[in-house]
Nanobody
């Protein structure tokens, strides 16, 4: 019913920048929030950044001041601009959407397939 498709990711040098994009498609009535989680090797998946339809944002403490989340509500797309990247940012990044499917009365969680970001020194 709903698909989240990520783009971006790959290999980047320490101190470099990278931009992730995620587009939601399907039978969508509304999207309450979109965001990014990440899972480093051997660790649990954790929230990186979240943005609501009203534009309120929330960030993981370790990325504040370096990452910027933004959203194009008209295109159901979320972006994550990652600057001053560090080796500890290396992880698989997953797009997340809290989505109201058309014809339903509750929001549901949807996930992208994940994209690898590797920060090398």
């Amino acid at each position: 019913q709903v698909q989240l498709v990520e783009s971006g990711g790959g290999l980047v040098r320490v101190g470099g920048s990278q931009r992730l994009s995620c587009a939601a498609s399907g039978t969508i009535s509304s999207i309450t929030a979109m965001g990014w989680f990440r899972r480093a090797s051997g660790q649990q998946r954790s929230l990186v950044a979240l943005i609501t339809s009203a534009g309120h944002t929330n960030y993981l403490d370790s990325v504040k001041g370096r990452f910027i989340i933004s959203r194009d509500n008209a295109k159901n797309t979320v972006f994550l601009q990652m600057n001053s990247l560090k080796p500890e940012d290396t992880a698989v990044y997953y797009c997340y959407g809290l989505v109201r499917v058309s014809g339903t009365s509750r929001d549901s969680d949807y996930w992208g397939q994940g994209t690898q970001v590797t920060v090398s020194s």
